[in-house]
T-cell receptor
Framework: GDSVTQMEGPVTLSEEAFLTINCTYTATGYPSLFWYVQYPGEGLQLLLKATKADDKGSNKGFEATYRKETTSFHLEKGSVQVSDSAVYFCALSDIGSARQLTFGSGTQLTVLP | DTGVSQDPRHKITKRGQNVTFRCDPISEHNRLYWYRQTLGQGPEFLTYFQNEAQLEKSRLLSDRFSAERPKGSFSTLEIQRTEQGDSAMYLC?????????????FGPGTRLTVT
């Protein structure tokens, strides 16, 4: 079945550092890929998405590129801020009728001033 | 435009009791999902409704769990004879059928603690 493997955390960075959170997936079809973010005390929010190979999703300075050849969707940001501290989840939605999301286990990011 | 709402936000119950959670999706969304999230893990799919029809259920949804979506609006998730292993955050999400990438919007969740 479908699965998502994420870089294990926690990740601690200094403000303005470069961020990469690795995500790889296994799927039977051609899934859509997502990054969700969960800030402390809040619900899951969609951060960015990509629906086909070589698409780049971007939002709030974060980017991720759908790489079919390596089945990856790594999250990157050039300069993190303290306010980016949160848990980040990689997820996929396969082509079945329900299109339910399959999530990775999450990566806790802490950015220090 | 209000988001997805869930009620209650927290529920503490004793083992063996029944509990019911409610989810109100975004009004124009006809797809509704329930997920369960345990500490340190990502959410896991439980069940899916399109309008009032429950079209898919995960193997995680044992026969103690039942979900409904009467009239295709709000949904309820009931757990009968709760067990300590049911302690988790229960998340509801909704989406529009015509959104090809199945962009789902999540509620704040109901945190269940079974003592």
């Amino acid at each position: 079945g479908d699965s998502v493997t994420q870089m294990e955390g926690p990740v601690t960075l200094s403000e303005e550092a470069f961020l990469t959170i690795n995500c790889t997936y296994t799927a039977t079809g051609y899934p859509s890929l997502f990054w969700y973010v969960q800030y402390p005390g809040e619900g899951l929010q969609l951060l960015l998405k990509a629906t086909k190979a070589d698409d780049k999703g971007s939002n709030k300075g974060f980017e991720a590129t759908y790489r079919k050849e390596t089945t990856s969707f790594h999250l990157e940001k050039g300069s993190v801020q303290v306010s980016d501290s949160a848990v980040y989840f990689c997820a996929l939605s396969d082509i079945g009728s329900a299109r339910q999301l399959t999530f990775g286990s999450g990566t806790q990011l802490t950015v220090l001033p | 435009d209000t988001g997805v709402s869930q009620d209650p936000r927290h529920k503490i119950t004793k083992r063996g009791q029944n509990v019911t959670f409610r989810c109100d999706p975004i009004s124009e969304h006809n797809r509704l999902y329930w997920y369960r999230q345990t500490l340190g893990q990502g959410p896991e799919f439980l069940t899916y409704f399109q309008n009032e029809a429950q079209l898919e259920k995960s193997r995680l949804l044992s026969d103690r769990f039942s979900a409904e979506r009467p009239k295709g609006s709000f949904s309820t998730l009931e757990i009968q004879r709760t067990e300590q292993g049911d302690s988790a955050m229960y998340l509801c999400a909704s989406s529009r059928r015509d959104t090809g990438a199945s962009e789902q919007y999540f509620g704040p969740g109901t945190r269940l603690t079974v003592t």
